[in-house]
């Protein structure tokens, strides 16, 4: 059973913007806390954002006023709006939930989804 969908992956130019979305089954997106990771070529997987389920927000330090996490209840849906984007960008975006905040920081659960591409480059 696919819990978790992402979509909204892409090719743009460095400075564009893109929004990936991360659709869940319902008897996730109410009771667990989200968050995005990423992982690039030869690098290890890391965390960009995550969310509660009361829309507290915690950002990656390579990406605090570039992205923004959000959520839509009536959606089922949570959203990374990435602006100003980079040549570092460049990752496979997977959305994972069920994590834990733990003293303001999200440590990942254990439902990930399966990753979208995002790629920036000129």
């Known amino acids: 059973q696919v819990q978790l969908v992402e979509s909204g992956g892409g090719l743009v130019q460095p400075g564009g913007s893109l929004r990936l979305a991360c659709a869940a089954a319902?008897?996730?997106?109410?009771?667990?806390?989200m968050g995005w990771y990423r992982q690039a070529p030869g690098k290890q997987r890391e965390q960009v954002a995550a969310i509660t389920t009361r829309g507290y927000t915690s950002y990656g330090d390579s990406v605090k006023g570039r992205f923004t996490i959000s959520r839509d209840n009536a959606k089922n849906t949570m959203y990374l709006q990435m602006n100003s984007l980079k040549p570092e960008d460049t990752a496979v975006y997977y959305c994972?939930?069920?994590?834990?905040?733990?003293?303001?920081?999200?440590?990942?659960?254990?439902?990930w989804g399966q990753g979208t591409q995002v790629t920036v480059s000129s």
């Open positions: 994972n939930a069920g994590g834990l905040y733990l003293s303001g920081v999200y440590l990942q659960g254990d439902t």
């Open positions: 319902p008897s996730i997106f109410r009771v667990k806390d």
